[in-house]
């Protein structure tokens, strides 16, 4: 008899599984023997008689034969060979009777050595169930065969039966969280399902780096779960090469690109062009991510991805990004939960103002997850409601606190502060006070240097850059380029340099900054003329062809850029 099936679909374990359950004799004294590197008959014969010592250490029919057909071979073996000499000669004996009328199980028929052919295979089978009354099941893959032909020629022969296991995703699944148990297991269920995966072993390995990936998160909220467990299924299934013709991990983890390959994909269509092989390829890929619900791929995924590469976890890394999903569920929870509230209220004419103000209530556990203006509108409410003055300040007074404790908590990020009410909502007075104190908070204070060195590396510039500029004297400018040497010192004078030259465009912003800058350094130049601090200044004016503007007047009095006029 025959078993196959496709790799890892769990012929083993069924064989594993009918093993135990049986009350046959045979079957459960059966010999098990795996081809996996075997090379000749005489190393299968070999194994065989190595599967039968354990037997000989029980009580019984069984092992009392065995027992019999090794003692008769030993009497019957001295004298033939030396002592010691030729220990594998005498197993390689003893086998025909060890193994008569048992049932034998060959696995792993796929990975035999190339030097063992199939043929003798079956020629071993002939043999021993013609002449020794043997039993054997064959386990498979015949897929995976290098030499099929000769297989499908001799099976007609000597197979009597052949089963073929075609296990599902969710069999295998069943099987493989049997083997490897997580705490994830009905949310990968259902990925592995999506994906086709078959392969028992492949869905432990997936089930593994689930478990590994997240062992710090067992508790998460199913939103959250419904977040990264489909895309760690789907990365770990190929890694491992579950997914037959699968997207590549490149593809996964560029989701922005995938977009724009969708809507260039959908202009073809309406053009009436032709699919081509790899807008067809992608679109199959694309209607994999869509059944798992991956709408897009951030950090989370690069995070797996290198676990993956280098099974290695970046546990902060994973942490930092899994309490962020969990903040934004808690927080689209909560702006539903606001959104139900007005829907409810608004259209309930037949609600009084107590009952309103007593369901505002329920929602106080939400205010630290909602957005500003969320908060504001509950407020402008509830204000107006009876009774509805105290609900409505405590709930800004939550808000308020809350950016309060972030602004005091160590390495406050600034940005966070920072709102553009672009769109000119609605605002309480309290929440934008707050943000302003928590701006001035966190901010540190910024020098010359500071802010020239940013201008130098950035694009651009806000409003506290512009203070800084526009406040900067002569005297900054001076004692700052006197203090500072090598790359701060050639950054600032060519950026400063840069700014004058081009000082029509950047006096909006900056004030008299420009020339303040040209007034310290003809003051460098005088005060310092017998040293090279006035040499390096005349050689970069003259780089930047503003040599001229050196010679013409004397430094200025000190004043502020923001007191005086641009010249």
């Known amino acids: 008899m025959a ?69 008769a071979i030993k009497n019957g073996a001295q004298g033939l060979f030396k002592l010691g000499t ?80 075609d296990t599902t995703a969710a069999e295998a699944f069943d099987i493989g969280i049997q083997l490897s148990p997580s ?23 997936v089930i593994r780096a689930a ?22 299924v789907l990365l770990s299934a190929i890694h491992y090469k579950g997914i037959e013709d699968g997207p590549t991990m490149a593809f996964v983890l560029d989701s922005q690109s995938n977009v724009g390959r969708e809507i260039a994909r959908s202009q073809r269509e309406r053009r009436g062009e032709e699919a081509s092989d790899e807008d067809k390829l ?18 989370y995924e690069k995070l797996v991805s290198d676990y993956l590469n280098a099974g290695l976890v970046d546990r902060s890394a994973v942490d930092a990004v899994v309490d962020r999903y969990c903040r934004e569920q808690e927080r689209t929870g909560a702006q539903a939960r606001v959104g139900e509230f007005f829907q409810s209220t608004i259209w309930n004419p037949e609600l009084t103002p107590a009952k309103i103000v ?114 900067a004297t002569v005297d900054d400018f001076t004692r700052t380029i006197l203090s500072i040497r090598g790359q701060q010192l050639k950054l600032f004078m060519l950026k400063n340099l840069d700014i004058y030259a081009n000082r029509g465009t950047y006096a909006p912003h900056f004030g008299s900054s420009p020339q303040h800058f040209l007034d310290a350094c003809k003051r460098i130049r005088i005060e310092h003329a017998e040293t090279r601090w006035a040499s390096l200044i005349e050689d970069l004016f003259k780089d930047a062809k503003l040599y001229t503007n050196l010679n013409v007047g004397q430094p200025d009095a000190n004043t502020t850029a923001a007191d005086e006029a641009t010249t």
């Open 211 to 232: 478990n590994k990936i997240l062992a710090a998160h067992l508790t998460l909220p199913d939103d959250v779960l419904d977040r990264v467990i489909p895309s760690t």
């Open 358 to 471: 007593e369901a505002a209530g329920v929602l106080l556990a939400d205010v630290p997850h909602l957005d500003c203006y969320s908060v504001t509108s509950l407020h402008d409410y509830l204000v107006k409601l009876p009774g509805g003055a105290a609900i409505s300040e405590q709930i800004v007074s939550l808000w308020v606190d809350q950016v309060r404790e972030m602004a005091a908590a160590p390495g406050a990020d600034p940005r966070q502060f920072v709102f553009d009410n672009w769109t000119g909502r609605a605002l309480h007075p309290s929440i934008a006070a707050a943000f302003a104190e928590a701006r001035v908070r966190v901010e540190q204070p910024r020098t010359l240097l500071d802010v020239c060195l940013y201008l130098a590396r950035s694009d651009g510039w806000n409003s506290s850059e512009e203070a800084v500029m526009q406040a």
């Open 282 to 299: 992608h679109a199959r890929w694309m209607l994999l991510l869509n059944r798992l619900g991956i709408s897009y791929t951030d950090e």
């Open 183 to 205: 705490p994830f297991a009905a949310k990968i269920k259902p990925a592995v399902e999506a994906c086709g995966i078959s392969n028992i072993r492949i869905i432990r390995k």
């Open 3 to 71: 078993l196959s099936g496709k790799w890892g679909t769990g012929k083993s374990h069924m064989w594993d599984s009918l093993r135990k359950a049986s009350t046959d004799s045979h079957i459960q004294e059966a010999l098990y023997v795996s081809l996996f590197g075997v090379a000749t008959i005489a190393e299968l014969k070999l194994k065989l008689a190595q599967s039968a010592v354990p037997m000989i250490k029980r009580k019984g029919p069984q092992a009392d034969t065995v027992k019999g057909a090794i003692s």
């Open 86 to 165: 030729a220990l594998d000669e005498f197993a390689l004996l003893a086998v025909p009777a060890i193994v008569r009328e048992k049932f034998i199980v060959i696995d792993d028929i796929e990975r035999k050595h190339e030097k063992l052919t199939i043929d003798e295979v079956l020629g071993f089978i002939d043999d021993f169930t013609r002449n020794y009354g043997c039993r054997i099941l064959l386990i498979l893959n015949t897929d995976q065969l290098a030499d099929r032909t000769v297989w499908e020629k001799f099976r007609e022969k000597v197979i009597d039966e052949e089963l073929r296991l």
